[in-house]
């Protein structure tokens, strides 16, 4: 056992005074925190969150939880917390994610239902406290996929011309994010996060990292998501969907009808640059190489978009250096 097992299970034991359980670890994310379902011998389930306090901090995590459960989100209740130590024990939403039960029959009522959840998010969440989705962290962001994907994992060097391509793709990047009007910004809002639950559903993961940021980017995380990948006019057909949803909630206004499509899109090449980049940095730096196969997929959703924008052009050059490695 551990020294941080250990000391979760003592915490567990002592000052939360379960009795007679078990702990199995439970699927972990892309970050250092790591998870455990947590069974008792009268069959109550809990999941207990361990992120080491020098690396992560629980606090985000409890409060944005305790804003989304109370505009009716289903979200992790939490049932005790050592924020000092990063220990949390939070209610388990079972073990059925949107991933798993994904499929052509299902996708229209399973989105149907996150896409639900998202307006009620960017309606009613507070962006108070929350920090900015500024250029600074956009353009950090995109950097990983030159600094960890090209160089680091494939060893691809760029000359000056390439390396001002890809800044004019950064910056443009950077302007489209930018324009759009700003909402709560979950981040991870995918079908890796999202759980299928019992009423209200879906049951929502990940949103510590929350942020004051562009409406678009939470719809392609979800439905440019890198783990699962549909048709584009289908994709397209649930944004438009999205869009008239946002306008009836005061999210959105008519006027930005005609950059809806635009902003999304570009949002989408965003958020897969550093996606990529981070399942790079995650196999070359944490030795957890089971990201690597999403990356042809995820950057190529970059590629599709090259015909219907010429201004594309440069970095889709650069992206197929990453794609063929």
């Known amino acids: 056992m551990t020294e941080r097992l250990a000391a979760l299970h003592s915490w567990l ?62 979200v992790p209740g939490v049932r005790a917390q050592a924020l000092e130590h990063g220990f949390l024990l939070l209610e388990d939403l079972g073990a059925v994610h949107y991933l798993d039960v994904l499929n052509e029959s299902t996708a229209d009522r399973l989105y149907g239902d996150a896409l639900g959840a998202l307006a009620v998010v960017q309606a009613c969440a507070p962006t108070v406290g929350l920090p900015e989705y500024d250029a600074a962290l956009l353009l950090r962001e995109m950097a990983l996929f030159s600094d960890w994907l090209l160089q680091r994992h494939l060893g691809i060097r760029l000359d000056t011309a390439q390396q001002r391509i890809l800044q004019e793709a950064f910056d ?115 030795g957890k190489p089971g990201y690597l196969g999403d990356i042809p997929r995820t950057l190529g959703y970059i590629l599709q978009l090259e015909p219907k924008y010429p201004e594309l052009e440069g970095l889709c050059r650069l992206v197929r250096l990453a794609v063929q490695g």
């Open 172 to 286: 443009l990047l950077t302007e489209s994010a930018l324009e759009q009007p700003r909402v709560c910004v979950l981040r991870d809002y995918h079908s890796r996060n999202l759980m299928v639950t019992s009423s209200p559903t879906p049951g929502i993961l990940d949103f510590q990292d929350a942020v004051s940021g562009p409406v678009t980017y939470d719809l392609v995380s979800l439905l440019k998501d890198c783990y699962i990948e549909w048709d584009p006019a289908r994709v397209e057909s649930w944004a438009v969907g999205y869009y008239q949803l946002a306008l009836q909630s005061g999210v959105l206004r008519h006027e930005h009808e005609q950059k809806f499509l635009r902003w999304f899109d570009l949002m989408g090449v965003q958020r897969h640059l550093k996606a990529a980049g981070i399942f790079a940095r995650l196999h070359v730096r944490d």
């Open 13 to 74: 034991s002592g000052e939360v005074a379960l009795s007679d359980f078990t702990i199995e670890p439970v699927c972990g994310d892309a970050s250092f925190r790591r998870y455990f379902r947590v069974v008792t011998a009268g069959g109550d389930k809990w999941v207990a969150m361990d992120a080491p306090p020098d690396r992560e901090d629980c606090r985000p995590f409890v409060q944005i939880a305790e804003q989304l459960r109370s505009l009716g989100l289903h």
